[in-house]
């Protein structure tokens, strides 16, 4: 069984060490293979900057096999090099960007079968921002003011990420299109980390994580759990 992590924002650098360094004790320690998919920075041709950045970030926290996959778009994540390196990894690091473009690449693809195979053989698949979004169920295409439809890792929910800063003006409308749906606001250098099953999950980080869940509110700050119903 393997862990989920997600992250509001503001990735690498430091913001959110607490749960990078969580998510590298999960994956194995020092010794992990991690493997960043920078493809939801293509579209504004931002890849190779954060794709370096993120290599960077984890060799400095004391990881030697860190490599950024050329994971860019739908065609590119049928690649075999790709699918490979997925199936392989102690941890999958997914990065912000476009959601939009990012749900269109994984969705249906060899490479998101591979993620949920390692998943399943006790990898850690972290999300940030973009990243984090796409994972559940639903997910608020800002670029397209649109709501659309995840991979669905996580079921049930809706993140809405730099929760602190304009996130949480998505609430009002989320509330009213998808009012069944929890909805998990976090804030920018925070995150919070699970195993894949659901249940408790732990807030590490600067900031908080809000929950919206059946017309009531809920806030928690680093170190607090809560269970992901």
């Given at each position: 069984?393997?862990?989920i992590?997600?992250?509001?924002?503001?990735?690498?650098?430091?913001k959110?060490?607490?749960?990078?360094?969580?998510?590298?004790e999960?994956a194995?320690?020092?010794?992990?293979?991690?493997?960043?998919?920078?493809a939801?920075a293509?579209?504004?041709?931002?890849?190779?900057?954060?794709?370096?950045?993120?290599?960077?970030?984890?060799?400095?926290?004391?990881?030697?096999?860190?490599?950024?996959?050329?994971?860019?778009?739908?065609?590119?994540?049928?690649?075999?090099?790709?699918?490979?390196?997925?199936?392989?990894?102690?941890?999958?690091?997914?990065?912000?960007?476009?959601?939009?473009?990012?749900a269109?690449?994984?969705?249906?693809?060899?490479?998101?079968?591979?993620?949920?195979a390692?998943?399943?053989?006790?990898?850690?698949?972290?999300?940030?921002s973009?990243?984090?979004?796409?994972?559940c169920?639903?997910?608020?295409?800002?670029?397209?003011g649109?709501?659309?439809?995840?991979?669905?890792?996580?079921?049930?929910?809706?993140?809405?990420p730099?929760?602190?800063?304009?996130?949480?003006?998505w609430v009002?409308?989320?509330?009213?299109l998808?009012?069944?749906?929890?909805?998990?606001?976090?804030?920018?250098?925070?995150?919070?980390?699970?195993?894949?099953?659901?249940?408790?999950?732990?807030?590490w980080?600067?900031?908080?994580?809000?929950?919206?869940?059946?017309?009531?509110?809920?806030?928690?700050?680093?170190?607090?759990?809560?269970?992901?119903?």
């Amino acid at each position: 069984m393997g862990t989920i992590a997600l992250a509001g924002g503001g990735e690498f650098g430091g913001k959110i060490e607490l749960l990078d360094r969580r998510t590298i004790e999960a994956a194995g320690g020092p010794c992990a293979q991690v493997v960043i998919i920078p493809a939801a920075a293509a579209p504004d041709k931002n890849h190779i900057r954060a794709g370096t950045n993120g290599v960077r970030w984890f060799r400095g926290l004391g990881l030697a096999g860190v490599e950024a996959l050329p994971l860019l778009d739908r065609t590119s994540a049928d690649h075999p090099a790709v699918v490979r390196a997925l199936r392989q990894a102690n941890l999958i690091y997914i990065l912000g960007g476009f959601p939009g473009h990012l749900a269109t690449a994984l969705a249906g693809s060899l490479a998101w079968a591979a993620i949920l195979a390692a998943l399943d053989d006790g990898a850690v698949v972290s999300g940030s921002s973009a990243g984090a979004m796409v994972l559940c169920e639903h997910f608020y295409d800002p670029h397209q003011g649109s709501l659309r439809c995840g991979l669905n890792l996580i079921p049930g929910v809706c993140i809405l990420p730099h929760h602190d800063t304009f996130g949480k003006t998505w609430v009002p409308r989320l509330k009213k299109l998808i009012p069944e749906t929890t909805l998990i606001g976090i804030d920018e250098r925070t995150g919070l980390i699970g195993d894949q099953s659901g249940g408790s999950r732990q807030v590490w980080g600067r900031g908080a994580v809000v929950i919206y869940r059946k017309g009531r509110v809920k806030k928690f700050g680093n170190g607090e759990t809560f269970l992901l119903e």
